[in-house]
């Protein structure tokens, strides 16, 4: 594999269509494919929920800077030149090209790589996307480490060695995405697929979850008919089906209930729990206090939140500083008790 540094013109590069962070907005166009519908999925890859897009940003300091600094990394691939880190820059590039942006946005630096085999592509890919500072949903990272792990090929060992983690971690990720694939994706059509549910097949994974959906009669299927009814709506709570599952009153609640319905049959078994029902502060345990809080944040007002993010009052400094001494005492014990 050789690398050199070159300017080369935009219109002589292809998008990488099996970019791992667009792949699926793709997989639906099939044969209507075109470089418009390229541009739209990497332009919504990263808007999310924020009220600016990172996209929108990038395309806003590469005009201002009438350029970019990071050069793109460009395959060549027979006779063809493939982008396989940098699409968003290239896509800017050929839009401003398009709209006849003023500007010299014909020619981009880029990284050429030539005498690449497979598996060093997907290495340069593994590396851009995995690991990059860029943000994109955990389903879309597990479907390309199911890629990797199991089209490719790739030993456990060299995927870690590339993006960090564990095996057990790795897997788990992999089976998730799997489950969700086939329990969750299958019996709902394409508009109403959320990968945002992808936490709670996580979830899914932990020991006894799965085992106390058996014992009781279910299957993975009525799991996926949970989450696409919302009776799960707080993913974190796929951790407290076991208990509900296993208590008569609470089942039922669970089953017959409507939306958020694992939440009231949680209730309901906080309230027979007469350790759970006379703890205080000062002598509830710390898994007590741990469940009672992660629902606290998970119902917090928004107003708090940008309270928070704006340090509207005095004291959210402080309370910002308790949040974040509590979030690395908790990492270091999750370290020290990992697998």
């Known amino acids: 594999m050789r690398e050199s540094y070159d300017i080369l013109n935009v219109e002589e590069i292809d998008f990488d269509i099996d970019n791992p962070r667009i792949k699926m907005a793709l997989e639906k166009y099939g044969d209507r494919l075109n470089a418009e519908r390229i541009y739209f999925a990497l332009r919504t890859a990263t808007d999310g929920e924020q009220k600016t897009s990172s996209f929108s940003s990038l395309k806003d300091s590469i005009h201002a800077n009438k350029g970019i600094t990071q050069p793109i990394t460009v395959v060549l691939v027979g006779d063809k030149k493939i ?159 076991p208990k509900v599952l296993y208590d008569d009153e609470a089942r039922e609640n669970f089953l017959n209930g409507g939306l958020r319905s694992i939440e009231d049959a949680i209730k309901l078994l906080d309230r027979k729990n007469p350790k759970f029902a006379t703890a205080t502060l000062e002598n509830a345990t710390i898994y007590q206090i741990a469940d009672i809080l992660a629902r606290r944040i998970n119902d917090l007002p928004y107003s708090e939140v940008r309270s928070l993010r704006e340090k509207e009052h005095e004291d959210v400094t402080e309370n910002i500083n308790s949040l974040e001494d509590l979030s690395i005492r908790l990492e270091n014990l999750l370290e020290d008790v990992s697998e």
């Open 83 to 241: 982008c396989i880190d940098g699409n968003s820059r290239l896509a800017i590039y050929k839009d401003f090209l398009k709209q006849e942006i003023p500007g010299d946005w014909s020619l981009i630096k880029a990284l050429v790589i030539e005498d690449a085999n497979q598996r060093d592509i997907e290495t340069i890919r593994v590396s851009a996307h995995l690991v990059g500072v860029r943000e994109w949903p955990a389903y879309e990272k597990a479907r390309y480490l199911d890629y990797l792990r199991n089209q490719e090929f790739m030993e456990y060992e060299e995927i870690i060695a590339l993006c960090g983690g564990d095996r057990n971690k790795i897997e788990r990720q992999i089976d998730a995405y799997r489950d969700m694939n086939e329990y969750y994706r299958d019996i709902v059509d394409d508009t109403a697929f959320r990968i945002d549910r992808f936490s709670g097949f996580v979830e899914l994974q932990k020991q006894n979850v799965k085992d106390a959906i058996f014992q009781a009669g279910f299957e993975l299927t009525d799991f996926g008919e949970w989450i696409r009814d919302g009776k799960i709506h707080r993913l974190a709570d796929v951790r407290h089906l």
